[in-house]
């Protein structure tokens, strides 16, 4: 189905936080009607959305009814139970499809599906018992990371394991869980590709991005990544790969390791905008947000050119530790661009807003997003 879905119609988001709520924001600027669909209320994208509707992603009956009132569903979160996604494709398109959000949303498949179609990963192995622990460990070596193979995000549900003397302790740590144990990975630096593409196949990449984390969290985010025009390329037309061989329709993130020696190597898979594209809201031409809006509805795709070199700094809720941060002071660079998403509670680590900034280098717009956050908490 390959015509396009006009401005006045309605998306359906599934998913409210933040990611939703400027999603929700991009297509209302195109003239689009936006309802959302979580469990919660007063959310992020629901305070911008003409419709806020709240159910379990388990409630079939509200689901179809939601469905049926929109044009195309899309996802801001890719936790949502494959029978959400079923339930919805009985009444609309959904975009990208459930199978998309099936594979990326355990670590296990999303990996086996990497491999088997000869992406480049890290070796691993399923871990579900003590014995098969051990194996992992014989086979793979050490260091290794051990995740839980679900609902892990931001480094949460993820132990380093240095040491024979640390498997039973990291094994605890699963709870039950199903486990992947992954060969570590040295890495030189972190990058990702956000890319786009529709129904009748357009496809289109942002610019790679190069990230750092503190905490395993996304901190700071720039464009241009500091890497050559042909590893970009070819991070590019891995993305590419990719999104054609799972069939999406809609956005995919592609995070990937650069190792020490020049190659790339798959970490994971976002079927959806990511925290790293936050900078092309001020820095591209068309935002990741507004790209997403345009790929689900068939649209032509936005120009993802870079205008300038550009950086994103996180705000987490740490800034609010001494009371509410000062604005004034970080916006006194008036180069600087301050998004926050709306939420109520500042708790230690959540993700509650970011500052984007372009300048003549990439050392000078990370400068001026730093800078204007440690004015924050001066
Ligand atoms: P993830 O939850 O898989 O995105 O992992 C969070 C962070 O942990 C990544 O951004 C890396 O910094 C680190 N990490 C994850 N997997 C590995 C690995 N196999 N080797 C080395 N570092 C890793």
């Known amino acids: 189905m390959n015509f396009p879905i006009l401005p006045g119609s309605t998306i359906g988001i599934l998913g409210s936080g933040q990611l939703g709520r400027m999603l929700a924001i991009a297509a209302r600027q195109l003239g689009y009607r936006v309802a959302v669909y979580s469990p919660d209320t007063d959310t992020p994208a629901g305070q911008v959305a003409d419709v806020e509707a709240v159910g379990d992603y388990l409630d079939e009956e509200r689901l179809a009814d939601f469905a049926q009132r929109v044009s195309v569903i899309t996802f801001e979160f890719e936790n949502v139970p494959s029978i959400a996604s079923e339930v919805a494709a009985r009444h609309t398109l959904v975009r990208p499809a459930g199978r998309v959000l ?202 993802t050119a870079l205008r300038a070199p550009a950086a994103m700094a996180n705000l987490l809720g740490d800034v609010w530790a001494k009371g509410e941060p000062n604005w004034a002071a970080a916006l006194a660079d008036p180069d600087v661009k301050l998004h926050l998403y709306g939420k109520a509670e500042p708790r230690v680590g959540r993700k509650m807003g970011h ?22 908490v001066s």
């Open 102 to 303: 099936h594979t990326t949303q355990e670590r296990l498949r999303e990996k086996t599906f990497l491999r088997d179609n000869g992406f480049p990963t890290t070796p691993f192995r399923e871990v579900k018992t003590h014995t098969d622990l051990h194996a992992a460990v014989r086979d793979l070596g050490l260091p290794a990371v051990l995740k839980t193979a679900s609902f892990g995000y931001d480094g949460k549900g993820q132990q380093k394991v240095y040491a024979q003397s640390d498997l039973a302790e990291v094994f605890a740590s699963l709870k039950g869980a199903t486990g992947i144990y992954e060969a570590f990975v040295d890495f030189e630096k972190e990058i990702s590709v956000v890319a786009a593409r529709t129904a009748d196949g357009q496809f289109a990449a942002f610019p790679v991005f190069e990230n750092r984390h503190a905490n395993h969290i996304l901190d700071v985010t720039f464009a241009p990544a500091a890497i050559g025009p042909h590893l970009a390329q070819e991070a590019v037309e891995l993305a590419r790969g990719i999104l054609e061989k799972l069939g999406v329709v809609g956005l995919l993130t592609v995070e990937l390791f650069v190792t020490k020696s020049g190659q790339l190597v798959v970490n994971e898979l976002a079927p959806r905008t990511h925290n790293s594209g936050h900078l092309t809201m001020d820095a591209c031409v068309t935002s990741q947000f507004e790209q997403q809006v345009r790929a689900v509805c068939c649209l032509p795709l936005g120009s």
């Open 355 to 376: 500052l984007n900034a372009c300048g003549l280098s990439v050392e000078a717009a990370i400068a001026r997003v730093t800078a204007a956050r440690e004015r924050l």
